[in-house]
């Protein structure tokens, strides 16, 4: 069956530091995303890509930055960690066709907590 | 005014009643609307999604489209206490663009 994956599945790091969370995704999606969730706030995006080698600023890209090598992959880094960026990161793809939006998928999440 | 408006709640129903949630956008060209449910600690869930104006029924779950109304509902029959959980409306705008409400979060008692 088709997923999504995400690691680490939690993260305890350091201000200051560079993390990089990891997606996988085996749905063949051109459409892929990142989320952060926190309370109070719902999910908010971080950055989307749309295809290989094409990537967007979602509301709350500064710190955060992504990459698009291949269909399955979208990891996201955080340049230098500040305790703000502390939340549940989730990753989700998707398929488009003729403009028309086909349902997200997530991945189970990845809690990051920077200390 | 926000691209998508969910009722945060929270709302409680009792067991076997109907739950009802509700989600407003602003967007008329909007074509593809979705319901997620997410469960504390987990990742939100795909549990509906409609296209055309008109109900589309799935076991419990029923959404409700009105694109004149810019209103998309989810009716749950039968509550159970497994339903408890926060509710997410989504939809797809015009402009490859994708949003999300805040979520409602539901409580069935038994």
């Known amino acids: 069956d088709a997923e999504i994956t995400q690691s680490p599945r939690h993260k305890i790091t350091e201000t200051g530091r560079q993390v990089t969370l990891a997606c996988h995704q085996t749905?063949?999606?051109?459409?892929m995303f990142w989320y952060r969730q926190d309370l109070g706030h719902g999910l908010r995006l971080i950055h989307y890509?749309?295809?290989?080698?094409?990537?967007n600023k979602g509301e709350v890209s500064d710190g955060y930055s992504v990459s698009r090598s291949n269909t399955e992959d979208l990891p996201l880094t955080l340049e230098s960690a500040a305790s703000s960026q502390t939340s549940v990161y989730f990753c989700?793809?998707?398929?488009?066709?003729?403009?028309?939006?086909?349902?997200?998928?997530f991945g189970p999440g990845t809690r990051l907590t920077v200390t | 005014q926000k691209e998508v408006e969910q009722n945060s709640g929270p709302l409680s129903v009792p067991e076997g009643a109907i739950a009802s949630l509700n989600c407003t956008y602003s967007d008329r060209g909007s074509q593809s609307f979705f319901w997620y449910r997410q469960y504390s600690g987990k990742s939100p869930e795909l549990i509906m999604s409609i296209y055309s104006n008109g109900d589309k029924e799935d076991g419990r779950f029923t959404a409700q489209l009105n694109k004149a109304s810019q209103y998309v509902s989810l009716l749950i029959r039968d509550s159970q206490p497994s339903d408890s959980a926060t509710y997410l409306c989504a939809v797809g705008y015009t402009g490859n663009q994708f949003y999300f409400g805040t979520g409602t979060s539901l409580t069935v008692i038994p």
């Open positions: 989700a793809s998707s398929e488009s066709i003729a403009g028309v939006w086909g349902e997200q998928y």
């Open positions: 890509s749309y295809g290989v080698q094409d990537t």
């Open positions: 749905w063949n999606h051109n459409n």
